[in-house]
Protein backbone atom coordinates (compact mmCIF):
# COMPACT_ATOMS: atom_id res chain seq x y z
CA UNK A 1 0.00 0.00 0.00
CA UNK A 2 1.68 3.28 -0.63
CA UNK A 3 1.07 6.29 1.94
CA UNK A 4 0.53 9.69 1.11
CA UNK A 5 2.68 12.28 2.26
CA UNK A 6 1.36 15.64 2.24
CA UNK A 7 3.92 18.84 1.92
CA UNK A 8 4.63 21.11 4.52
CA UNK A 9 3.09 24.39 4.66
CA UNK A 10 6.03 26.64 4.19
CA UNK A 11 4.98 29.81 5.76
CA UNK A 12 7.69 33.14 5.40
CA UNK A 13 6.90 34.95 8.55
CA UNK A 14 7.84 39.23 8.46
CA UNK A 15 8.52 40.41 11.76
CA UNK A 16 11.83 41.23 14.16
CA UNK A 17 13.38 37.75 15.32
CA UNK A 18 15.17 36.83 18.30
CA UNK A 19 18.33 37.99 19.10
CA UNK A 20 16.80 41.06 18.48
CA UNK A 21 15.22 42.43 21.55
CA UNK A 22 11.91 43.45 21.38
CA UNK A 23 8.25 41.84 22.39
CA UNK A 24 7.27 41.26 18.49
CA UNK A 25 10.33 39.73 18.22
CA UNK A 26 10.02 37.23 21.09
CA UNK A 27 6.31 36.86 20.41
CA UNK A 28 7.25 35.82 16.44
CA UNK A 29 9.48 33.21 18.12
CA UNK A 30 6.88 31.88 20.38
CA UNK A 31 4.34 31.61 18.01
CA UNK A 32 6.48 29.59 15.77
CA UNK A 33 7.69 27.12 18.10
CA UNK A 34 3.78 26.62 18.73
CA UNK A 35 2.51 26.30 15.31
CA UNK A 36 4.90 23.85 15.06
CA UNK A 37 3.72 21.78 17.86
CA UNK A 38 0.47 22.01 16.50
CA UNK A 39 1.22 21.29 12.63
CA UNK A 40 3.78 18.07 13.76
CA UNK A 41 5.66 18.14 10.47
CA UNK A 42 3.41 19.62 8.36
CA UNK A 43 5.00 23.16 9.65
CA UNK A 44 8.32 25.07 7.34
CA UNK A 45 8.93 27.88 8.50
CA UNK A 46 11.03 30.69 6.97
CA UNK A 47 11.83 34.23 8.61
CA UNK A 48 12.43 37.45 6.64
CA UNK A 49 14.22 39.74 9.66
CA UNK A 50 13.35 43.49 9.93
CA UNK A 51 16.99 44.40 10.58
CA UNK A 52 18.00 46.82 13.40
CA UNK A 53 20.69 49.46 12.87
CA UNK A 54 22.96 47.03 14.88
CA UNK A 55 24.20 43.94 12.85
CA UNK A 56 22.65 40.58 14.53
CA UNK A 57 23.50 36.89 14.16
CA UNK A 58 20.35 35.04 13.48
CA UNK A 59 19.83 31.07 13.17
CA UNK A 60 19.40 29.53 10.08
CA UNK A 61 15.53 29.99 10.08
CA UNK A 62 16.45 33.77 9.20
CA UNK A 63 16.34 33.36 5.00
CA UNK A 64 16.65 37.23 4.16
CA UNK A 65 16.75 40.67 6.39
CA UNK A 66 15.11 44.12 5.15
CA UNK A 67 16.88 47.31 6.66
CA UNK A 68 14.04 49.36 8.02
CA UNK A 69 14.96 52.25 6.08
CA UNK A 70 15.80 51.16 2.74
CA UNK A 71 12.77 50.83 0.44
CA UNK A 72 14.11 48.65 -2.65
CA UNK A 73 14.76 46.15 0.28
CA UNK A 74 11.02 45.51 0.65
CA UNK A 75 10.03 44.47 -3.27
CA UNK A 76 13.24 42.68 -3.20
CA UNK A 77 11.97 40.71 -0.44
CA UNK A 78 8.48 40.27 -2.58
CA UNK A 79 10.60 39.08 -5.27
CA UNK A 80 12.04 36.30 -2.86
CA UNK A 81 8.78 35.22 -1.96
CA UNK A 82 7.28 34.97 -5.11
CA UNK A 83 9.98 33.15 -6.56
CA UNK A 84 9.85 30.45 -3.77
CA UNK A 85 8.01 27.65 -2.68
CA UNK A 86 6.67 29.94 0.08
CA UNK A 87 2.43 29.09 0.43
CA UNK A 88 1.80 31.62 3.11
CA UNK A 89 3.13 34.95 4.79
CA UNK A 90 2.61 35.80 8.25
CA UNK A 91 3.22 39.57 8.82
CA UNK A 92 3.96 41.05 12.23
CA UNK A 93 2.77 44.70 11.97
CA UNK A 94 4.05 47.36 14.35
CA UNK A 95 3.77 50.97 12.61
CA UNK A 96 7.23 51.62 14.14
CA UNK A 97 9.25 48.31 12.69
CA UNK A 98 9.11 49.52 8.99
CA UNK A 99 10.53 52.11 7.41
CA UNK A 100 8.87 55.20 5.35
CA UNK A 101 6.41 57.36 6.23
CA UNK A 102 3.71 55.60 9.02
CA UNK A 103 5.89 52.18 7.81
CA UNK A 104 4.65 53.19 4.14
CA UNK A 105 7.55 50.65 2.97
CA UNK A 106 5.84 47.93 3.78
CA UNK A 107 3.16 48.39 0.74
CA UNK A 108 5.85 47.92 -1.39
CA UNK A 109 6.35 44.57 -0.13
CA UNK A 110 2.79 43.26 0.12
CA UNK A 111 1.39 45.17 -3.14
CA UNK A 112 4.11 42.56 -5.14
CA UNK A 113 3.69 39.50 -3.10
CA UNK A 114 1.41 37.21 -5.20
CA UNK A 115 1.08 34.90 -2.16
CA UNK A 116 -2.31 34.24 0.70
CA UNK A 117 -1.14 36.92 3.56
CA UNK A 118 -2.19 37.00 6.92
CA UNK A 119 -1.52 39.77 9.15
CA UNK A 120 -1.51 40.18 12.68
CA UNK A 121 -1.89 43.83 13.85
CA UNK A 122 0.01 44.70 17.25
CA UNK A 123 -1.27 48.16 17.08
CA UNK A 124 -4.62 49.38 15.64
CA UNK A 125 -5.00 53.52 15.97
CA UNK A 126 -8.64 54.84 17.23
CA UNK A 127 -7.37 58.71 15.53
CA UNK A 128 -4.73 58.14 13.27
CA UNK A 129 -3.51 61.03 11.21
CA UNK A 130 -3.85 60.93 7.44
CA UNK A 131 -0.60 59.04 6.85
CA UNK A 132 -1.02 56.25 9.28
CA UNK A 133 -4.86 56.33 7.79
CA UNK A 134 -3.66 55.61 4.53
CA UNK A 135 -0.89 53.02 5.78
CA UNK A 136 -3.33 50.73 7.90
CA UNK A 137 -6.44 50.65 4.68
CA UNK A 138 -2.91 49.54 2.47
CA UNK A 139 -2.05 46.60 4.84
CA UNK A 140 -5.89 46.18 5.14
CA UNK A 141 -6.40 45.58 1.33
CA UNK A 142 -3.43 43.86 0.65
CA UNK A 143 -4.33 41.20 3.37
CA UNK A 144 -5.67 38.02 3.08
CA UNK A 145 -7.08 38.43 7.20
CA UNK A 146 -6.44 40.54 9.99
CA UNK A 147 -5.82 39.16 13.34
CA UNK A 148 -6.28 40.87 16.20
CA UNK A 149 -5.96 40.30 19.88
CA UNK A 150 -8.91 42.14 21.74
CA UNK A 151 -12.27 42.24 20.99
CA UNK A 152 -11.90 46.09 20.80
CA UNK A 153 -9.71 45.81 17.79
CA UNK A 154 -12.56 43.90 16.01
CA UNK A 155 -14.94 46.99 16.09
CA UNK A 156 -12.24 49.71 15.37
CA UNK A 157 -11.15 47.94 11.83
CA UNK A 158 -14.89 47.84 10.97
CA UNK A 159 -15.88 51.23 12.48
CA UNK A 160 -12.67 53.24 11.33
CA UNK A 161 -11.08 51.42 8.76
CA UNK A 162 -14.02 49.61 6.90
CA UNK A 163 -12.74 46.43 7.04
CA UNK A 164 -15.45 43.52 6.62
CA UNK A 165 -16.15 41.29 9.90
CA UNK A 166 -15.77 38.42 8.04
CA UNK A 167 -12.31 39.47 7.27
CA UNK A 168 -11.09 39.88 10.74
CA UNK A 169 -9.86 36.96 13.31
CA UNK A 170 -9.55 37.51 16.89
CA UNK A 171 -6.76 34.96 18.47
CA UNK A 172 -5.41 36.55 21.80
CA UNK A 173 -1.78 37.23 22.65
CA UNK A 174 -0.02 33.53 23.68
CA UNK A 175 1.26 33.50 27.00
CA UNK A 176 3.32 30.22 28.81
CA UNK A 177 1.12 27.23 30.06
CA UNK A 178 2.94 27.95 33.75
CA UNK A 179 1.25 26.32 36.93
CA UNK A 180 -0.97 28.30 39.51
CA UNK A 181 1.68 28.79 42.66
CA UNK A 182 1.97 30.10 45.83
CA UNK A 183 4.63 33.32 45.41
CA UNK A 184 6.28 32.66 48.60
CA UNK A 185 6.81 29.18 47.32
CA UNK A 186 9.24 30.70 44.67
CA UNK A 187 10.73 33.66 46.63
CA UNK A 188 13.64 31.86 48.15
CA UNK A 189 15.50 31.32 44.95
CA UNK A 190 15.56 34.87 43.96
CA UNK A 191 16.53 35.86 47.45
CA UNK A 192 13.05 37.58 48.52
CA UNK A 193 11.73 35.65 51.20
CA UNK A 194 9.71 37.64 53.90
CA UNK A 195 9.18 40.37 51.20
CA UNK A 196 6.10 41.08 49.64
CA UNK A 197 6.94 41.87 45.89
CA UNK A 198 5.22 44.55 43.44
CA UNK A 199 6.48 44.28 39.97
CA UNK A 200 6.54 45.60 36.63
CA UNK A 201 8.27 44.34 33.65
CA UNK A 202 9.10 44.88 30.39
CA UNK A 203 11.45 47.42 27.97
CA UNK A 204 11.31 50.76 30.05
CA UNK A 205 10.26 54.22 27.82
CA UNK A 206 8.25 56.92 29.08
CA UNK A 207 4.93 55.77 28.27
CA UNK A 208 5.37 53.00 31.52
CA UNK A 209 4.64 55.52 33.44
CA UNK A 210 6.91 53.98 36.58
CA UNK A 211 6.92 57.79 38.11
CA UNK A 212 3.20 57.10 38.90
CA UNK A 213 3.80 54.03 40.81
CA UNK A 214 6.78 54.97 42.98
CA UNK A 215 4.77 58.43 43.65
CA UNK A 216 2.15 55.64 45.15
CA UNK A 217 4.50 53.57 47.20
CA UNK A 218 5.49 55.55 50.37
CA UNK A 219 1.97 55.01 51.34
CA UNK A 220 2.58 51.30 50.61
CA UNK A 221 5.36 50.70 52.13
CA UNK A 222 3.64 52.84 55.28
CA UNK A 223 1.38 49.82 55.65
CA UNK A 224 3.63 47.23 54.78
CA UNK A 225 7.23 47.66 55.77
CA UNK A 226 8.51 44.83 53.69
CA UNK A 227 7.32 45.39 50.52
CA UNK A 228 9.48 45.35 47.32
CA UNK A 229 8.90 47.18 44.05
CA UNK A 230 10.56 45.82 41.18
CA UNK A 231 10.95 46.88 38.15
CA UNK A 232 12.30 44.64 35.59
CA UNK A 233 13.73 45.13 31.91
CA UNK A 234 16.08 47.30 30.39
CA UNK A 235 15.16 50.56 28.56
CA UNK A 236 13.59 50.26 24.89
CA UNK A 237 16.87 49.97 22.65
CA UNK A 238 14.91 52.57 20.30
CA UNK A 239 14.70 54.84 23.61
CA UNK A 240 18.23 54.26 23.97
CA UNK A 241 19.29 55.18 20.46
CA UNK A 242 17.38 58.61 20.68
CA UNK A 243 17.46 59.53 24.57
CA UNK A 244 20.09 57.48 26.09
CA UNK A 245 18.99 56.42 30.15
CA UNK A 246 17.57 59.67 30.99
CA UNK A 247 14.13 57.87 31.46
CA UNK A 248 15.97 55.41 34.08
CA UNK A 249 18.19 58.16 35.43
CA UNK A 250 14.84 59.90 36.73
CA UNK A 251 13.10 57.51 38.17
CA UNK A 252 16.57 57.06 39.99
CA UNK A 253 16.76 59.99 41.48
CA UNK A 254 13.11 59.64 42.38
CA UNK A 255 13.81 57.01 43.98
CA UNK A 256 15.95 58.80 46.37
CA UNK A 257 14.09 61.70 46.63
CA UNK A 258 11.41 59.39 48.17
CA UNK A 259 13.88 57.54 50.43
CA UNK A 260 12.58 54.34 49.11
CA UNK A 261 16.10 52.83 48.24
CA UNK A 262 15.38 49.89 50.48
CA UNK A 263 11.87 49.41 48.83
CA UNK A 264 12.82 49.50 44.75
CA UNK A 265 14.88 47.46 42.81
CA UNK A 266 16.07 48.24 38.52
CA UNK A 267 16.65 45.21 37.26
CA UNK A 268 18.19 46.71 34.48
CA UNK A 269 18.60 44.01 31.50
CA UNK A 270 16.72 42.20 29.38
CA UNK A 271 15.42 38.65 30.70
CA UNK A 272 14.99 35.46 28.93
CA UNK A 273 11.55 33.76 29.67
CA UNK A 274 12.90 31.13 31.66
CA UNK A 275 14.43 33.80 34.34
CA UNK A 276 11.06 35.60 33.72
CA UNK A 277 9.17 33.33 34.94
CA UNK A 278 10.68 32.94 38.01
CA UNK A 279 10.15 36.60 38.90
CA UNK A 280 6.66 36.31 38.00
CA UNK A 281 6.27 33.37 40.15
CA UNK A 282 7.68 35.02 43.29
CA UNK A 283 5.38 38.47 42.43
CA UNK A 284 2.43 38.74 44.62
CA UNK A 285 0.55 42.21 42.89
CA UNK A 286 2.07 42.89 39.33
CA UNK A 287 1.41 46.83 38.27
CA UNK A 288 1.27 48.15 34.50
CA UNK A 289 0.95 52.51 35.33
CA UNK A 290 1.13 53.15 31.56
CA UNK A 291 0.23 56.72 30.84
CA UNK A 292 -1.81 56.44 27.61
CA UNK A 293 -5.03 54.03 26.89
CA UNK A 294 -4.36 53.64 23.25
CA UNK A 295 -2.54 50.29 23.43
CA UNK A 296 -4.78 47.69 22.33
CA UNK A 297 -1.91 44.74 23.14
CA UNK A 298 -0.07 43.92 26.02
CA UNK A 299 2.28 40.97 25.86
CA UNK A 300 3.37 41.57 29.50
CA UNK A 301 -0.15 42.03 31.10
CA UNK A 302 -1.47 38.80 29.24
CA UNK A 303 1.36 37.29 30.76
CA UNK A 304 1.12 38.47 34.55
CA UNK A 305 -2.99 37.30 33.75
CA UNK A 306 -2.03 34.12 32.53
CA UNK A 307 -0.02 33.10 35.92
CA UNK A 308 -2.68 34.16 38.13
CA UNK A 309 -1.21 37.59 39.72
CA UNK A 310 -3.34 40.05 41.32
CA UNK A 311 -3.12 42.92 38.95
CA UNK A 312 -3.20 46.61 39.37
CA UNK A 313 -3.35 48.69 35.96
CA UNK A 314 -4.15 51.87 34.52
CA UNK A 315 -7.42 51.33 32.09
CA UNK A 316 -5.61 51.16 28.63
CA UNK A 317 -7.49 49.41 26.09
CA UNK A 318 -5.92 46.12 26.76
CA UNK A 319 -6.20 45.72 30.27
CA UNK A 320 -10.14 47.09 30.26
CA UNK A 321 -10.35 43.80 28.77
CA UNK A 322 -7.95 41.45 30.08
CA UNK A 323 -9.26 42.48 33.81
CA UNK A 324 -12.95 42.53 33.60
CA UNK A 325 -14.92 40.85 35.63
CA UNK A 326 -12.96 41.24 39.09
CA UNK A 327 -9.86 40.11 37.18
CA UNK A 328 -8.00 43.17 38.46
CA UNK A 329 -8.28 46.06 39.57
CA UNK A 330 -8.45 49.27 37.27
CA UNK A 331 -7.14 53.07 38.77
CA UNK A 332 -7.38 56.42 36.41
CA UNK A 333 -4.18 57.08 34.90
CA UNK A 334 -1.58 59.15 36.62
CA UNK A 335 -3.57 58.76 39.79
CA UNK A 336 -0.97 57.48 42.08
CA UNK A 337 -3.43 57.74 45.31
CA UNK A 338 -6.09 55.41 43.68
CA UNK A 339 -3.02 53.65 42.65
CA UNK A 340 -1.94 52.89 46.08
CA UNK A 341 -5.15 52.52 47.48
CA UNK A 342 -5.70 49.23 45.62
CA UNK A 343 -2.33 47.88 45.96
CA UNK A 344 -2.54 47.73 49.97
CA UNK A 345 -6.12 46.70 49.90
CA UNK A 346 -5.26 43.79 47.60
CA UNK A 347 -2.39 42.88 50.00
CA UNK A 348 -4.37 42.70 52.90
CA UNK A 349 -7.21 41.69 52.10
CA UNK A 350 -6.64 37.96 51.44
CA UNK A 351 -10.28 36.91 50.33
CA UNK A 352 -9.85 39.42 47.68
CA UNK A 353 -6.17 38.60 46.60
CA UNK A 354 -7.07 34.71 46.43
CA UNK A 355 -10.25 35.58 44.17
CA UNK A 356 -8.85 38.40 41.93
CA UNK A 357 -5.70 35.34 41.05
CA UNK A 358 -7.83 32.56 41.18
CA UNK A 359 -10.42 34.85 38.16
CA UNK A 360 -7.55 35.76 36.15
CA UNK A 361 -5.60 32.27 36.10
CA UNK A 362 -8.84 30.45 34.84
CA UNK A 363 -9.30 33.26 32.22
CA UNK A 364 -6.25 32.54 31.10
CA UNK A 365 -6.28 28.86 30.23
CA UNK A 366 -7.93 30.59 26.86
CA UNK A 367 -4.95 32.12 25.85
CA UNK A 368 -1.98 29.84 26.70
CA UNK A 369 0.47 29.64 23.53
CA UNK A 370 -0.52 25.49 22.77
CA UNK A 371 -4.24 27.26 22.05
CA UNK A 372 -2.75 29.71 20.28
CA UNK A 373 -0.97 27.93 18.21
CA UNK A 374 -3.68 25.30 17.27
CA UNK A 375 -5.97 28.99 16.34
CA UNK A 376 -3.28 29.96 14.19
CA UNK A 377 -2.43 27.01 12.60
CA UNK A 378 -6.44 26.33 11.38
CA UNK A 379 -6.51 30.25 9.73
CA UNK A 380 -3.28 29.28 8.33
CA UNK A 381 -4.61 26.01 6.77
CA UNK A 382 -8.03 27.47 5.53
CA UNK A 383 -6.40 30.40 4.16
CA UNK A 384 -3.96 28.76 2.26
CA UNK A 385 -6.25 26.30 0.90
CA UNK A 386 -9.43 29.29 0.01
CA UNK A 387 -7.52 32.28 -0.45
CA UNK A 388 -7.68 34.54 -3.63
CA UNK A 389 -5.45 37.39 -3.26
CA UNK A 390 -6.68 40.44 -2.35
CA UNK A 391 -6.87 43.43 -5.52
CA UNK A 392 -7.87 47.50 -4.18
CA UNK A 393 -10.44 48.39 -2.85
CA UNK A 394 -12.58 45.23 -2.82
CA UNK A 395 -10.69 43.94 -0.06
CA UNK A 396 -12.39 47.25 1.93
CA UNK A 397 -15.88 47.62 2.82
CA UNK A 398 -17.81 50.22 0.23
CA UNK A 399 -17.93 53.99 1.39
CA UNK A 400 -14.80 53.85 3.94
CA UNK A 401 -13.31 57.20 3.67
CA UNK A 402 -10.50 59.41 5.91
CA UNK A 403 -11.65 60.59 8.87
CA UNK A 404 -13.05 63.84 9.60
CA UNK A 405 -9.27 64.86 11.86
CA UNK A 406 -10.70 68.82 12.10
CA UNK A 407 -12.20 68.28 15.65
CA UNK A 408 -9.81 65.73 17.56
CA UNK A 409 -5.97 65.32 17.48
CA UNK A 410 -4.37 62.84 15.71
CA UNK A 411 -2.44 60.13 17.82
CA UNK A 412 1.21 59.21 16.74
CA UNK A 413 2.07 55.81 18.37
CA UNK A 414 5.50 55.39 19.72
CA UNK A 415 8.58 52.91 18.59
CA UNK A 416 7.89 49.20 18.19
CA UNK A 417 8.05 46.96 21.30
Same mark, same amino acid.
Given at each position: ??????????????????????????????????????AGHHLDPVVIAMQPPAELTYDNIVKLRIRKDVAHDYPAAADYINRSDIDLVSVQHEFGLFGGEAGSYLTLLLDRVKKPIITTLHTVLETPSPEYFDSMIDLCRASNKLIVMNKRGIGMLQDI????????????????????????DCKHSLGLAGRKTILTFGLLGRNKGIEVMLK???????????????????? *??? !? @??????????? &?EE??? #???? *??? !? @??????????? &?????? #??????TPYLHREQLTSGTLAFAVGTGKAVVSTPYWAAEELLAQGRGRLVQFGDSESMAQAVVEILTRNTLFSIMRKRAYEYGRSMTWPTVGQSYWRLFETVTRDAIIPAGAAAIAPGCKLPDYSSRQAYQPAPAV
Open positions: MIRMRYAARKVAFISSFPPRRCGIATFTSDLIKNLALAYGVPEQKIELIPHGIPDLPFVNSNALPRIVEADPSVLYIVLGAT *HPE !V @LRHEGQSYKVK &LMVR #ALRL *HQN !V @LFYNRFVEDKE &LFQFLC #ATDVYV
